[in-house]
């Protein structure tokens, strides 16, 4: 089967739609919401989340439904930390983590971690989980540490840059030598291009996938013969890895994903190999970067804090540096929510919610609740070390059984980078810098590109 085919029947089978065997949803049934068509809500929830969003839940109080595309679908949020918990502890025969990010699906893939339930799910965490453990993650720090010394420096003192720019570029390296497990020139060269379109896919390219025809025509018709490209090269490395004489001997996490076999002796195919591999590419290269970027804005315009945060670097205090990470990823979400499709009839904060509804644990909102985040708007690591952080608070990565698998991979990259940078340069701003988030495909990042000027520290 070609790829062109393959990629295809991609797109036709992820195609995100309505279930067809759920019973269309009343209304009446859900909380309050807007009655504007669910083309405009959808609009709203994917590219002007940071205003529409608050605006709800000053409109409508914690809980408020929102109409989503495709037609017929509905978004129930909750923020308060004990309706989270309940999200979170849910039962996963129930609340469906896959149908609730179906709109991933054309590019990640039916076997990605994120879209799959219940049996298959819980196969493929299994299968994955011994390339995210804690010996895996000491395995990968020294290459992380490596690729970060090698950025860092080609950085030029005195002069303003966008750090977000140089932060995608680091962790698109350590996605593709850490987990891809190239580091052949020529191919990373062929790879590079065609990961950053499609990181770089806009919000309205997302909505299309619900209406085929519109793949005939421009953005969306580029994104496919994208991922055509993507896929032909993908593959062309799995094969090439798995006829690898060293095999054993790889720690990159691709090396180890064809090495593991469920309980009846078989591996991962090429196509689940091919489908975890953009699902660990889109939740863990941009994201981490986008956080490293506002975490380097926040140090650049509080003096205080940035020399908290190098003095924890030249001492080695990860923990430390951690916590500034934390912090920033607690101050400007990357992802906006946590979604889960009901299978059935549940009850969440007390709300009877019927089969097909979609509920949802706002990052935005749990984050900057001045309840739960006393001086919310400030910047101030110390919380996250002084007990200050409540369970189902700071939810990033989610929670429950379908917490992000990459939890501590991210964190462990965000504190390596954190520690190259900051034992040799000072943070600072340019003059006049300010930094809002714009909506970049399902992330938040600084509309500016977090511009930062660096300079060398004494003896670096």
Aim: aromatic content about 6%.
């Amino acid at each position: 089967m070609s790829t062109e085919t393959v990629t295809a029947r991609r797109f036709a089978k992820m195609r995100p739609v309505p279930l067809v065997d759920a019973p269309p949803v009343d209304r009446a049934e859900l909380p309050p919401g807007p009655h504007l068509h669910g083309l405009l809500q959808s609009i709203g929830l994917l590219r002007f989340r940071h205003q529409f969003v608050p605006y709800l839940r000053r409109r409508y109080g914690d809980v408020f439904s929102i109409k989503i595309l495709p037609e017929g679908r509905h978004l129930v949020v909750f923020n308060r930390p004990e309706h989270v918990k309940e999200i979170f502890a849910g039962d996963p025969e129930v609340f469906h983590a896959g149908k609730g990010n179906a709109i991933l699906g054309p590019v990640m893939g039916e076997h990605s971690l994120l879209l799959v339930d219940s049996a298959q799910h819980k196969r493929a965490r299994r299968l994955l989980m011994p390339a995210f453990n804690g010996h895996a993650l000491r395995g990968y720090e020294d290459l992380v540490t490596g690729l970060a010394k090698t950025e860092v420096g080609r950085w030029q003192e005195g002069v303003a840059f966008a750090s977000l720019e140089r932060m995608n570029a680091l962790t698109l390296e350590v996605i593709l030598q850490v987990v891809f497990g190239v580091t052949d020139e020529d191919r990373l060269g062929e790879l590079r291009p065609l990961v950053n379109k499609t990181v770089n896919i806009p919000p309205l390219v997302f909505l299309g996938w619900g209406f085929p025809r519109l793949q005939k025509y421009g953005p969306w018709r580029r994104t496919i013969e994208n991922q055509v490209e993507l896929d032909r090269v993908m593959f062309r490395v799995i094969s090439e890895r798995r006829a690898a004489s060293d095999l054993a001997d790889r720690t990159d996490v691709l090396s180890r994903l064809l090495l593991v076999e469920d309980e009846n002796g078989e591996g991962l195919t090429d196509e689940e190999l091919r489908d975890q591999l953009v699902t660990l590419l889109l939740a863990g290269h941009e994201t981490t970067a986008t956080a490293l970027a506002w975490t380097l804005h926040e140090l650049g315009q509080d003096p205080v804090q940035e020399r908290k945060a190098r003095d924890a670097a030249s001492a080695g205090n990860s923990e430390y540096l951690e916590a500034v990470l934390k912090e920033s990823m607690r101050l400007h979400p990357v992802i906006p929510m946590v979604v889960r499709h009901l299978m059935a009839p549940a009850t969440v904060g007390g709300v009877d919610l019927p089969r097909g509804a979609n509920v949802a644990a706002s990052i935005i909102l749990a984050h900057e609740s001045e309840e739960r985040h006393p001086e919310h708007l400030r910047f101030r690591p110390e919380r996250f070390l002084e007990g200050e952080v409540a369970i189902n608070t700071w939810i990033p990565f989610g929670g429950g059984v379908r917490r992000c698998i990459g939890a501590g991979f991210s964190l462990m990259e965000g504190v390596a980078v954190l520690r190259e940078v900051l034992t040799t340069y000072d943070v600072e701003l340019p003059p006049g810098t300010t930094e809002v988030p714009k909506v970049r495909n399902i992330t938040s990042v600084p509309r500016h590109g977090a511009r930062i000027v660096v300079r060398r520290r004494a003896g670096a």
